[in-house]
Antibody, heavy 122, light 113 residues
Framework: EVQVVESGGGLVQPGGSLGLSCAAS????????MSWVRQAPGRGLEWVAH????????YYVDSVKGRFTISRDNARNSLYLQMNNLRAEDTAVYYC???????????????WGQGTMVTVSS | DTVMTQSPDSLAVSLGERATMSCKSS????????????LAWYQQKPGQPPKLLIY???TRESGVPDRFSGSGSGTDFTLTISALQAEDVAVYYC?????????FGQGTKLEIK
């Protein structure tokens, strides 16, 4: 079964750090761009970051630039998001998602995980 | 950034009737070299992740019922459910992937009348 499973969410104080992981299975992970998308409680979807299959390109939404780092380990079929200097407005469910267009970063997202909740609060 | 605006914010339709919702982008999503519109639609039920329905504005994802259809070009797009089923109650989002950052609409909440 093709799937991605996120982990690592939790409660963190403002200014703190947290690392998220996403384990992929059922497909050749190294062939795909991967993304993180978040959803604040009761709100819509916001694309956060994505990474090329060989890590040579990474892109971020402006609100997280300089604070979040996306990375991957193709040998472990895993995607990561390191989040530093967290703010209350980063509180959200964070989804890992696959971009099926293997030749481009401009893609829809076809496989989504169940998400992991990150709460930033004192 | 490209702003995606969906309307209406909520919609109530009777079972078996047609449901239509709109998505407008602040810039054209049509790429002339590929002749494609860079727009996708997703369905999100409560407590679940989004599910891909449509990409390239009108291409149905494998396994999606054919009562779901996407149309439109340029800046104006529509998602239509031809005959509403109870399981279609959800929030529907459009997404543009024409330019970075990719952006989503605010969603249309679909309910049964």
């Amino acid at each position: 079964e093709v799937q991605v499973v996120e982990s690592g969410g939790g409660l963190v104080q403002p200014g703190g750090s947290l690392g998220l992981s996403c384990a992929a299975s059922g497909f050749t992970f190294s062939n795909y761009w991967m993304s993180w998308v978040r959803q604040a409680p009761g709100r819509g979807l916001e694309w956060v970051a994505h990474i090329k299959k060989d890590e040579s390109e990474k892109y971020y939404v402006d609100s997280v630039k300089g604070r979040f780092t996306i990375s991957r380990d193709n040998a472990r079929n895993s995607l990561y998001l390191q989040m530093n200097n967290l703010r209350a407005e980063d509180t959200a469910v964070y989804y890992c998602a696959r971009a099926p267009r293997q030749d481009s970063s401009y893609s829809w997202l076809d496989i989504w995980g169940q998400g992991t909740m990150v709460t930033v609060s004192s | 950034d490209t702003v995606m605006t969906q309307s209406p914010d909520s919609l109530a339709v009777s079972l078996g009737e047609r449901a239509t919702m709109s998505c407008k982008s602040s810039q054209s999503l049509f790429y002339s070299s590929t002749k494609k519109n860079y727009l996708a639609w997703y369905q999100q039920k409560p407590g679940q992740p989004p599910k891909l329905l449509i990409y390239w504005a009108s291409t149905r994802e494998s396994g999606v019922p054919d009562r779901f259809s996407g149309s439109g070009s340029g800046t104006d797009f529509t998602l239509t459910i031809s005959a509403l089923q109870a399981e279609d109650v959800a929030v529907y989002y459009c997404q543009q992937y024409y330019s970075s950052p990719s952006t989503f609409g605010q969603g249309t909440k679909l309910e049964i009348k």
